[in-house]
């Protein structure tokens, strides 16, 4: 269960580092979808909220095995700061 935990925190940080790298970041809304790990196979969902600031965004990111999507092994919580439009 440990090692499935570990790799379950890994896809949900891969996640909130691909939401940071988005320009000019996240939209709000829910999206969702299956990475692998360690030949592993997880799903996982974010939520995109806004926050009081508007130059950022609020990103949960859950995880569960793929098998049992139900059973959330890691939930990781961030905020993205949004880039400048012109």
Request: charged share 20%.
């Amino acid at each position: 269960m440990l090692k499935a935990r570990t790799l379950a925190l890994w896809v949900a940080q891969n996640e909130l580092a691909a939401a940071q790298l988005e320009t000019p970041g996240p939209a709000i809304g829910e999206r969702e979808g299956s990475e692998q790990q360690a030949g592993a196979s997880f799903a996982w969902h974010a939520a995109v909220t806004g926050t009081p600031n508007p130059a950022f965004r609020r990103v949960e990111i859950t995880v569960a095995e793929a098998s049992r999507p139900e059973y959330v092994l890691a939930r990781l919580v961030g905020y993205v700061g949004r880039s400048a439009q012109r």
